[in-house]
C-alpha cells in the first residue's frame, strides 16, 4: 500500500455495517487556538482536535493503511507563511497493518508569518482527515478565527511544542550515513543511525521529497547502531533522483521522536 493515498481510500478499509457509523460530528470537534505573537513577529496558534473516545486521525506520513491530513488555507487574510509544527506522534496497529497518527486531543500548533505584521490574522482552514476506530470515516472540518496582534501563551500550544521531535545532536546522534541500492522500478535506502537507544519499539519513518510511494521501514538494532531500511518507488515513466540532502528520518519510540534531515551517501 502506498504511503499517501487519497481519501477515497479509506472506502477499501472494512466497513461492517454503514448504519453503526457515527457521523463525523460526533467523532471530531475542531478549533483553533489563537495564540499569541512572538518578539520576532511570528504568530504561534493552533488547531485543536478532540477525538471520541478509541477514534484516531493521522499524522502527516499516515503509516501503510493510513491518510495524512489535507489542509486548505485560502480563505484566511493577512496570512504570508504558515507552517505546522508537529507534536510526536503514536504508531498503532490497524488490522494488521502499522498506522502512525494520534488519539484523543489533538493540539497542532502552526506557526503563522503575517503579510503584515501592523494588523491581525483572519485565520481560516478547511482540513480532510481520516478517522478510524475498528472502522474508517473521512471527514471535513472547517475552522476560523482572527489571531490577535498580541494575545497570550497557551499552556496546552506550549505542551504541544515540548513535543516536538528532538533535533539529531540533542538525541545524541553520533554517526549516519545512507545507502542506495537501484532495483527495477525504484530504489532501496537503507539508513545507518548512531544513536542510544530508547525505550520500547522504534520505528523509522522516511520521507523524501515527492513524488515517490516510500514502504514501510524495516527497522533492526546492532548494538549503538539503528538501520532502518525502505524501499521507494516513483510514479511510472518519472525520472525520479532522491536528494540525499533532502530526506527527513523521523524515529519514533515510546517516550520520544528524533528528526534527522539529510543523510550523507556513502
Not at 496497529?93 to 502512525?100: K, Y
Not at 544513536?195 to 514502504?215: H, R, Y
Request: contains cysteine; charged residues 20%.
Amino acid at each position: 500500500m502506498m504511503r499517501t493515498l487519497p481519501l477515497v481510500a479509506l472506502s477499501l478499509l472494512p466497513l461492517p455495517v454503514v448504519a453503526q457509523v457515527p457521523p463525523p460530528s460526533e467523532i471530531v470537534q475542531a478549533e483553533l487556538r489563537p495564540g499569541w505573537r512572538t518578539a520576532d513577529g511570528r504568530h504561534i496558534a493552533a488547531l485543536h482536535l478532540r477525538l471520541a473516545p478509541h477514534w484516531t486521525t493521522y499524522w502527516r506520513s499516515p503509516g501503510e493503511a493510513g491518510v495524512p491530513p489535507e489542509f486548505d488555507w485560502s480563505g484566511s487574510r493577512n496570512l504570508g507563511s504558515l507552517r505546522i509544527l508537529w507534536p510526536r506522534p503514536e504508531v498503532f496497529d490497524f488490522q494488521g497493518m502499522e498506522t502512525i497518527g494520534y488519539r484523543g486531543e489533538v493540539v497542532l500548533p502552526v506557526e503563522i508569518m503575517p503579510l503584515d505584521p501592523n494588523r491581525p490574522v483572519d485565520l481560516s482552514a478547511g482540513i480532510d482527515l481520516g478517522l478510524c476506530n475498528k472502522i474508517c470515516v473521512p471527514a471535513r472540518v472547517a475552522v476560523a478565527a482572527e489571531l490577535p496582534q498580541t494575545g497570550a501563551p497557551d499552556g496546552m500550544i506550549s505542551a504541544a511544542l515540548a513535543a516536538a521531535p528532538l533535533p539529531a545532536a540533542t538525541a545524541g546522534l553520533t554517526g549516519l550515513h545512507c545507502e542506495i541500492e537501484p532495483l527495477t522500478d525504484g530504489l532501496r535506502v537503507t539508513a545507518h543511525m548512531t544513536l542510544p537507544p530508547a525505550k520500547g519499539q522504534e520505528t523509522v519513518v522516511m520521507e523524501p521529497a515527492p513524488p515517490v510511494w516510500v514502504s514501510d521501514t524495516r527497522t533492526e538494532r546492532q548494538g549503538a547502531t539503528l538501520i532502518a531500511t525502505a524501499t521507494m518507488v516513483p510514479p511510472p515513466g518519472s525520472d525520479y533522483r532522491l536528494d540525499p540532502a533532502g530526506l527527513r528520518l523521523t524515529i519514533l519510540s515510546q517516550d520520544q521522536a528524533v528528526e534527522i534531515i539529510g543523510c550523507p551517501v556513502d
